[in-house]
């Protein structure tokens, strides 16, 4: 039996470490060829070789989609690399907390770039072709899928400026479904809640001790894999079948 997504192609943000690199793992073990896209080509090379060992294909795509030029180049890449393009996952993000008192405007503006301006980047040049393939097969549907958050859903202090670029995530996705659904290109929002990535890493001292040490004393992390197997769930669904939200949270953490 092949596999489900046997002859698709997918694109994947963020593919260097964490939520992004699961998935291309096992976008790939289902049979899409997969455009590996980030800004580290250290990572994305060991990936892609890790791919290919398995029996896969992969390409690698050094680039950072905060740049509209160059997000628009990744798409045209992997398109005229693979001939097509079925699946796009928007997983690329950056999570700063604190304080919107006192705040580092430059924060602010890095978290809005990655997790706003570079998704729309992504998906407004990925749309024509996601548009093409859910019309000449072989499956006849594309997705997309945008990694949201729980922080989409519920507002929280210390979170203000990544709670407001996931809140966004979530009103684009929505829109976006109802615009493009009946062409059969089903748009996605997965709300992860506390997962073992690097996500947090970028923050500073204070964020570690006041907020994140504490949680993760309290509260068991999912891993990456858990989430990649919800968006694998959601893009090999048959044709008829659409999973608007999906939210996935690790059991203790309310």
Same mark, same amino acid.
């Given at each position: 039996m092949a596999a489900k997504l046997t002859g698709t192609v997918a694109l994947v943000t963020g593919a260097s470490s964490g939520i992004g690199e699961a998935t291309a793992l096992q976008l790939a073990e289902n049979g899409a060829s997969v455009a590996l896209v980030a800004r580290r080509k250290d990572r994305l090379d060991d990936l892609a070789a890790k791919i290919e060992k398995a029996g896969g294909t992969a390409l690698v795509v050094e680039v950072d989609i905060t740049d509209r030029t160059q997000a628009e180049a990744a798409v045209e890449q992997a398109v005229e690399h693979f001939g097509r393009l079925d699946t796009l996952v928007n997983n690329a993000g950056l999570m700063l907390l604190g304080p919107v008192v006192g705040a580092d405007a430059e924060e602010w503006e890095r978290m809005i770039a990655i997790n706003v301006q570079g998704l729309l980047h992504t998906t407004r040049a990925a749309l024509p072709h996601l548009l093409k393939a859910a019309e000449d097969g072989p499956r006849q549907v594309a997705d997309i899928v945008? @990694?949201?958050s729980v922080a989409g859903r519920v507002a929280t202090k210390g979170f203000g400026v990544y709670n407001l670029t996931k809140f966004g995530v979530n009103g684009f996705t929505e829109s976006l479904r109802q615009e493009v659904t009946q062409r059969h290109v089903r748009v996605s929002v997965v709300e992860p809640g506390a997962v073992d990535t690097e996500l947090g890493?970028?923050?500073n001292e204070t964020v570690h001790k006041e907020i994140l040490e504490p949680f993760n004393e309290q509260h068991e992390r999912l891993d990456p894999a858990d989430i990649a197997d919800g968006i694998t769930y959601i893009v090999t669904r048959p044709r008829h079948a659409s @999973? &608007?939200?999906?939210? @996935?949270?690790?059991?203790?953490? &309310?």
């Amino acid at each position: 039996m092949a596999a489900k997504l046997t002859g698709t192609v997918a694109l994947v943000t963020g593919a260097s470490s964490g939520i992004g690199e699961a998935t291309a793992l096992q976008l790939a073990e289902n049979g899409a060829s997969v455009a590996l896209v980030a800004r580290r080509k250290d990572r994305l090379d060991d990936l892609a070789a890790k791919i290919e060992k398995a029996g896969g294909t992969a390409l690698v795509v050094e680039v950072d989609i905060t740049d509209r030029t160059q997000a628009e180049a990744a798409v045209e890449q992997a398109v005229e690399h693979f001939g097509r393009l079925d699946t796009l996952v928007n997983n690329a993000g950056l999570m700063l907390l604190g304080p919107v008192v006192g705040a580092d405007a430059e924060e602010w503006e890095r978290m809005i770039a990655i997790n706003v301006q570079g998704l729309l980047h992504t998906t407004r040049a990925a749309l024509p072709h996601l548009l093409k393939a859910a019309e000449d097969g072989p499956r006849q549907v594309a997705d997309i899928v945008n @990694i949201s958050s729980v922080a989409g859903r519920v507002a929280t202090k210390g979170f203000g400026v990544y709670n407001l670029t996931k809140f966004g995530v979530n009103g684009f996705t929505e829109s976006l479904r109802q615009e493009v659904t009946q062409r059969h290109v089903r748009v996605s929002v997965v709300e992860p809640g506390a997962v073992d990535t690097e996500l947090g890493s970028h923050n500073n001292e204070t964020v570690h001790k006041e907020i994140l040490e504490p949680f993760n004393e309290q509260h068991e992390r999912l891993d990456p894999a858990d989430i990649a197997d919800g968006i694998t769930y959601i893009v090999t669904r048959p044709r008829h079948a659409s @999973i &608007a939200e999906l939210w @996935i949270m690790p059991t203790d953490q &309310a």
